[in-house]
């Protein structure tokens, strides 16, 4: 199974931070992507600067075909297309894919790193894993995303709601 979460905090051309992350997935289905499940929208306050304006995020999962670069260059022209411009690590962004988990392989290179070096420890990746995949593994720790959310702080816990909101694709 083939883990993204998707991002976003700031509106763009295309309007407000749901409508960045709608577009994407449209955007997704239309190069291909096939989209299996959908979490609802959770909400969490920007990291490390909570000057920030609130990050929204989903997980998603998805089939694809052909490897894991192919799928990371695939997102990249997603993300320029809605308008993400490369800036500061951790700033703001119009829309932020992350490739979390890929049919649980193992890779480290210049290129990609695989499963997300910091899934593990992220709210924002874990509690929408946990809501439309209960049974994945980390690829590396071997441990179901309810353990990892267990073992996050008390505060990583409570910062984070699920908004009683989908994704809309308007096709």
């Known amino acids: ?8 905090n700031l509106i763009s051309k295309y309007g407000s931070r749901f409508d960045n992350i709608s577009i994407a997935i449209k955007l997704m289905v239309e190069s291909k992507i096939k989209i299996k499940k959908i979490s609802n929208f959770y909400e969490t306050p920007s990291y490390p600067n909570r000057n920030f304006p609130k990050f929204l995020n989903i997980g998603i999962t998805v089939n694809f075909n052909d490897d894991p670069l192919d799928l990371l260059k695939i997102l990249h022209l997603i993300e320029k297309k ?10 703001p962004r119009v829309i932020d894919i992350d490739i979390i ?5 193992i890779k480290n290179s210049s290129d990609i790193r695989l499963p997300h070096p910091l899934s593990h420890a992220r709210n924002f990746v874990l509690y929408p894993i946990l809501e439309i995949d ?12 309810q353990f990892l959310i267990n073992n996050l702080s008390q505060k990583s816990r409570i910062e984070i709601t699920r908004l009683n909101k989908n994704v809309i694709i308007n096709t």
């Not at 809605?82 to 700033?91: E, L, T």
Request: aromatic content about 8%; hydrophobic content about 30%; charged content about 25%.
């Open 82 to 91: 809605i308008g993400r411009k490369q800036g500061i690590k951790n700033d």
């Open 134 to 145: 209960p049974k994945w593994s980390h690829p590396i720790f071997k441990k179901n995303a």
């Open 1 to 8: 199974m083939i883990h993204l979460n998707l991002g976003s």
């Open 101 to 105: 988990d890929f049919n649980g392989k």
